[in-house]
């Protein structure tokens, strides 16, 4: 594998590949080995297009390739189709994948998500309207929601 990092209004932003890319995170800093490609690069700049509120969608699914459980890719496909500006709860999503009471599975393939941003987990909150948990903190979620709130 092999990896890239780009410095974001987020923070910096580590890709992880090979052919294509199988990891998007946040980490806390950039690595003495930083193989940078166009691939690389496209998938950064439709991420920094998003955070500066100039991209509502992504083109760039056929760069990726999820690596997960068949639930798990239900799950992360399911998040895709919550609309920009939305928020859905883990609940709904469970409802969505025809298994309700999977909740607390939906929720845990959630908080397993590999490429963040571009699967936006982000969008996914508890049926009381809360905020609960993601990978980077709350106060990245919100800044995500209120993101895509003020377009």
């Not at 930083?34 to 700049?45: H, L, M, P, R």
């Amino acid at each position: 594998m092999k990896t890239a990092y780009y410095k974001t209004k987020i923070g910096i932003i580590k890709l992880t590949y090979q052919e294509k890319i199988y990891k998007i995170e946040l980490v806390e800093e950039v690595n003495s080995i930083n193989e940078k490609t166009s691939q690389t690069d496209k998938v950064i700049k439709e991420i920094n297009q998003y955070l500066s509120k100039y991209r509502k969608e992504f083109s760039i699914y056929n760069l990726v390739r999820l690596e997960g459980t068949r639930f798990q890719k239900e799950v992360w496909h399911e998040l895709q189709n919550i609309p920009y500006g939305e928020a859905k709860s883990y609940k709904e999503i469970a409802k969505n994948i025809g298994n309700e009471n999977a909740v607390r599975a939906v929720a845990s393939a959630i908080g397993k998500n590999p490429l963040m941003i571009i699967i936006p987990c982000h969008r996914v909150i508890g049926s009381d309207g809360k905020m609960h948990g993601y990978a980077y903190g709350i106060n990245l979620k919100k800044y995500l929601l209120d993101l895509e709130s003020k377009i």
